[in-house]
T-cell receptor, first 117, second 112 residues
Framework: DQQVKQNSPSLSVQEGRISILNCDYT??????FLWYKKYPAEGPTFLIS?????DKNEDGRFTVFLNKSAKHLSLHIVPSQPGDSAVYFC????????????????FGEGTQLTVNP | KAGVTQTPRYLIKTRGQQVTLSCSPI?????VSWYQQTPGQGLQFLFE???????NKGNFPGRFSGRQFSNSRSEMNVSTLELGDSALYLC???????????FGQGTRLTVV
């Protein structure tokens, strides 16, 4: 049962343009969502996150949008740079955060982003 | 501030052997989680430790086990290795109040 899905295995964009990566989820209990960037043979690097009480969060060139009714989130990267080329994973958590809550991330399959110069 | 440190980075073991992987979390982080990444299954949650207690466990056989020490360092052990255990094993630590998990570089385990 794939609770978090990234339907696009790959995405190619031109440098300077917008990259939009999409993610869908099925578990209504998820209340926190994260995006990670990953290079081969390395661990994922945290990019940006969003709580289910918000619908948008921005951090520099990265913006995450959450549509709870559609169970959909997206990551926008503007402007895209060649150094952004990597695999992007969305992840979801169902435990509400805080020190006493568990932290179990459910990951999507990843989207390979290629930014062409 | 040092990041999450995993040792060793690479490991080759023979089927049937056992292996122990180590993870040192970011200073001050008390939650440590382990994940397995394989080409076919993606990133799968193994277990999470907090204050030396396992409080979440993924859907893996009992051959996969772990522990956490009083300094928050964690180890995971895989006994009776199978070829399918070949994977990148990732450790992540989390600060108490935050939801963001920060990952180490991983241990690449190859079972031959």
């Amino acid at each position: 049962d794939q609770q978090v899905k990234q339907n696009s295995p790959s995405l190619s964009v031109q440098e300077g343009r917008i990259s939009i990566l999409n993610c869908d989820y099925t578990n209504s209990m998820f209340d926190y969502f994260l995006w990670y960037k990953k290079y081969p043979a390395e661990g994922p690097t945290f990019l940006i996150s969003i709580s289910s009480i918000k619908d948008k969060n921005e951090d520099g060139r990265f913006t995450v949008f959450l549509n709870k009714s559609a169970k959909h989130l997206s990551l926008h990267i503007v402007p895209s740079q060649p150094g952004d080329s990597a695999v992007y994973f969305c992840a979801a958590s169902a435990y509400g955060g805080g020190e006493t809550s568990g932290s179990r991330l459910t990951f999507g399959e990843g989207t390979q982003l290629t930014v062409n110069p | 501030k040092a990041g999450v440190t995993q040792t060793p980075r690479y490991l080759i073991k023979t089927r049937g052997q056992q292996v122990t992987l180590s993870c040192s979390p970011i200073s001050g982080h008390r939650s440590v989680s382990w994940y397995q990444q394989t080409p076919g299954q993606g990133l799968q949650f193994l277990f999470e430790y907090f204050s030396e207690t396992q409080r979440n466990k993924g859907n893996f056989p009992g051959r996969f086990s772990g522990r956490q020490f009083s300094n928050s360092r964690s180890e995971m052990n895989v006994s009776t290795l199978e070829l399918g255990d070949s994977a990148l094993y990732l450790c992540a630590s989390r600060h108490g109040a935050g939801n963001e998990a920060f990952f180490g570089q991983g241990t690449r385990l190859t079972v031959v």
